[in-house]
């Protein structure tokens, strides 16, 4: 019991901190992850390794420099998005391979700093693979040139710097490895749970078309009855026709979000944004006029951008069926779809003021496989969205608070803009 508080603890700390930066978007939360270890870490190695544990070489300015461009990384979020993926893969270059390399090199191969840049190799390869071999290379020769212009160069060709090299090279082929597994072993399910989800929708019609033939029947046989029929049984007969073009409905979506798993996402149209959340208000298996009416629509200024109408058309479907949800457990709210194509990046809003998201929750919805609360879906809804929206280059983040409100905003690399709503 007393792991699962500190767990939450944790879990809280973290959300709120991640929170603050773009809602969990992940170049800035590397950036941020990035600056504070290097903030915390640099100094106190400083110390570790000058009086602690004493090593034959230490550089103050080394570590100055390590340290604000870690506390670059925890301003970055306030220069934009684009600065934090430019931060990402220079502070990655220079935390890790250059410095980790460099100061191995400087103090001879020493055990201590072998082990050091073995741990930094460790955590750069947790980064995306082709970012980390760039990193580095780039980082361990920039070390090498610059451990040649401090004059040890020397050291290049030592035995206890030599021999590091097959170990490197084992620790990335296994990490490669054991990242690839994981995203064949990701695959393997999604690709599972795609065909069970098709299986069981495709079961479904079957009994359901069975239900609606019976119950058109019934309802012809009602309407033949002397007109003093109880109304009750006429409005039960009427409840359980709409629910069953509801269910008719939800296998349409869950049909098309199985498709949407298995199918490219590379985008190769152009989409109207205003006809797509059109698209969605028609096709979308409201259970109730009421629950329709929850739902407004506000066209500023619409927009294209490139990608598939159909899997925009599953983005959308997921995110109402997420905020009717809410509305539905917090038994309040409504739903705001607000199409802004006026600003320079062309955006979509997705608006719910129902139960909100917790803070510590908030970095983890876009995860595969989470689902919160537990029993809520399958976990795989908005992880596809981010993987939709990131192959067509745009982006999507949540700002929410508990209880209140929870907005998705989903931004488009402008394709044109087009005239407001009315016009188009």
């Given amino acids: 019991m007393r792991h699962e508080v500190y767990e939450r603890a944790a879990g809280g700390l973290i959300g709120r901190l991640v929170r603050s930066h773009r809602g969990g978007e992940r170049a800035a939360v590397q950036a941020f992850v ?52 430019l931060y990402v893969p220079a502070a990655l270059t220079f935390l890790l391979p250059f410095f980790g390399t460099f100061m191995f090199l400087m103090n001879n191969g020493t055990p201590a700093w072998a082990q050091c840049l073995i741990v930094m190799i460790v955590a750069l390869f947790h980064f995306p693979t082709g970012q980390a071999l760039r990193a580095y290379f780039t980082g361990t020769l920039l070390a090498c040139i610059a451990v040649v212009l401090e004059g040890k160069g020397s050291a290049l060709l030592t035995q206890a710097v030599l021999q590091q090299l097959p170990v490197h090279f084992l620790i ?11 995203s064949a072993l990701e695959q393997e399910k999604l690709a599972g749970l795609g065909e069970g989800l098709g299986a069981v929708a495709h079961e479904m019609r079957t009994p359901l078309a069975s239900m609606e033939a019976n119950v058109r029947g019934l309802t012809r046989m009602l309407q033949a009855l002397p007109t003093g029929t109880p109304d009750e049984i006429r409005q039960a007969m009427t409840r359980v026709h709409y629910e069953v073009r509801h269910m008719n409905h939800l296998i349409d979506l869950f049909l098309m979000s199985a498709s949407a798993v298995r199918r490219r996402l590379d985008p190769f149209e152009t989409v109207s944004m205003a006809d797509a959340v059109e698209a969605v208000m028609r096709r979308y298996p409201f259970t109730s006029p009421a629950q329709s009416e929850a739902v407004t629509v506000e066209v500023k200024r619409n927009f294209r951008f490139e990608g598939q109408h159909e899997l925009t058309v599953v983005i959308l479907l997921n995110l109402l069926r997420n905020a009717l949800k809410a509305i539905h457990r917090a038994g309040k709210g409504r739903v705001r779809i607000v199409v802004d194509g006026s600003r320079r990046t062309p955006r979509l809003l997705f608006i719910d003021t129902a139960c909100g998201i917790a803070a510590r929750r908030l970095p983890l919805i876009f995860q595969r496989f989470y689902a919160y609360p537990a029993h809520n879906g399958t976990g795989i809804g908005l992880a596809l969205c981010r993987q939709i929206m990131r192959a067509w280059k745009a982006d999507i983040r949540c700002v929410s608070r508990e209880h209140a409100y929870a907005i998705f905003v989903l931004e488009f690399p402008v394709q044109r803009s087009t005239p407001p709503a009315g016009d188009t």
């Fill in 34 to 85: 990035l600056g504070w270890l290097s903030v915390i870490f640099h100094p106190l190695y400083f110390v570790l390794f000058t009086w602690v544990f004493p090593q034959s070489y230490e550089s103050p300015a080394a570590r100055a420099i390590g340290t604000l461009v870690g506390a670059a990384g925890i301003a970055a979020e306030r220069f934009g998005t684009r600065w934090c993926e």
């Fill in 172 to 182: 990335i082929v296994l990490l490669w490895v054991a990242r690839f597994s994981r």
